[in-house]
């Protein structure tokens, strides 16, 4: 499966962002899906996932917990990362990734994802 993120941009502290994760290729509902980001000098670092199916299980990090949702789109085939009240340290490269029928707390490992998509930029600052 072939991944595409889009959505990043820049925005200003306090704003939102709406990013997007297209798959082509599969049936993305058969796939679970997460966000990762990578901050410039940081290690990757989870950001949201929700499992395969009907996506009833989702995980997010603490640090995004009451600011971000991830949801699934399935008429579009998408998985989308809603992000709202942004601070500068959201500043990142976002990755979306792919894992088939993958469920459960390890969706929150970047090395349970057999595919990757390229990232997009978001840009938190005033």
């Known amino acids: 499966v072939q991944l595409q993120a889009s959505g990043g941009g820049l925005v200003q502290p306090g704003g939102s962002l709406r990013l997007s994760c297209a798959a082509s290729?599969?049936?993305?509902?058969?796939?679970?899906v997460g966000w990762f980001r990578r901050a410039p000098g940081k290690e990757r670092e989870f950001v949201a996932a929700?499992?395969?199916?009907?996506?009833?299980?989702?995980y997010l990090a603490d640090s995004v917990k009451g600011r971000f949702a991830i949801s699934r789109d399935n008429a579009k085939d998408t998985v989308v990362l809603q992000m709202n009240s942004l601070e500068p340290e959201d500043t990142a490269v976002y990755s979306c990734?792919?894992?088939?029928?993958?469920?459960?707390?390890?969706?929150?490992?970047?090395?349970?994802?057999?595919?990757w998509g390229h990232g997009t930029q978001v840009t938190v600052s005033s």
């Open positions: 990734a792919a894992e088939l029928t993958g469920w459960g707390p390890r969706l929150m490992r970047g090395e349970s994802y057999s595919f």
């Open positions: 290729g599969r049936t993305f509902n058969n796939y679970a």
């Open positions: 929700t499992s395969w199916g009907g996506g009833s299980t989702r």
